[in-house]
């Protein structure tokens, strides 16, 4: 497995255990072995955190989970506690006041709700029809794990408008003969106040995942920080100083607010940027792919 050679953090978002494989996601042995291939070099999060921060990183890596998903906390943290391993949770906080958000529906819609991802495109390109826009070549280049599809896909989501892909979702939901179940798909109160107890650190990944940042004004780009950090330190009873940008998105005006309102170090989605506020992550979606 060829692994960035530089201190990073890994960026894990999807587990399964079964016959239905969701896309990008690994089995725990896969997870096992990927964890394995790192050997010494994981070290628990607030001590890579912390050497991060003083500047005295070398080629260290800590684990670091996006979204809040409980397949994390089923699949995942086994081999972490194993190994006596701390990660980073990144939690969007949507679903923990009651609402559960659209973006992990529409995950699943793809990934399950045509028998695959491929049936999926397919019912999405006849909806959508001809178009008449194009990514650049270099758009998301550096996600090696992404098909052309899923690329045309993210960047329709990400710049058309949010209405327009809402509408076309709720259309292909309908087309769908299944239906997703939000129960028992979140991490909850108790979950992250547990794993804060037991060492791991917990972060923000806004209200509702936004999946393009800087298309939002400055004042909402400070209402989707400041409400996930509230609720997570309401929940914690402390503060919460460290964040991941969802999608990789995120504004100098964002960063500033971020640096004002106490948050010590932000996660960046790739190995392109620096910490504090766009420290390098490598996903595990490369993993499959080295």
Known sequence: MNLPTTAHAILAHYFYQGEARPQGSLTPDEWEAGLDAYGPRLIPAHEWIDRALAGKSKD????SFDDGLREALTF??????????TA???????????????????????????GGVEGFYTAWHEVEGPYNWRPSQDYLADRLYLTK???HF??????????????????????????????QHWLSFFDIHDLYADGHVIGFHTHSHPTNMARLS??????????????LELCLERPVTVMAHPCDSWTEDG?????????RLAWGGTMAGE?????PRWSTGNWRLS
């Open 255 to 263: 960063i500033k607010w971020l640096q004002a309102n106490g948050v």
């Open 76 to 85: 995942a943290l086994p081999a972490l506690d194993k190994r006596g391993l």
């Open 218 to 231: 400055i004042e909402q780009q400070a209402l989707e920080y400041a409400t996930s950090k509230g609720i």
């Open 149 to 151: 599809d899923d690329k």
């Open 275 to 279: 910490a504090p506020w766009h420290t």
């Open 88 to 114: 980073c949770w990144n939690i969007y906080t949507g679903p923990l006041v009651g609402v559960p958000n659209n973006l992990e529906r529409w995950r699943w819609l793809r990934n399950f709700g045509f």
């Open 154 to 183: 993210r960047y329709w989501r990400n710049t058309i408008v949010p209405t327009e892909y809402e509408k076309t979702m709720l259309e292909l939901e309908a087309r769908s003969s299944s239906r997703f179940d939000s129960s």
């Open 60 to 63: 260290e890596v800590m684990v």
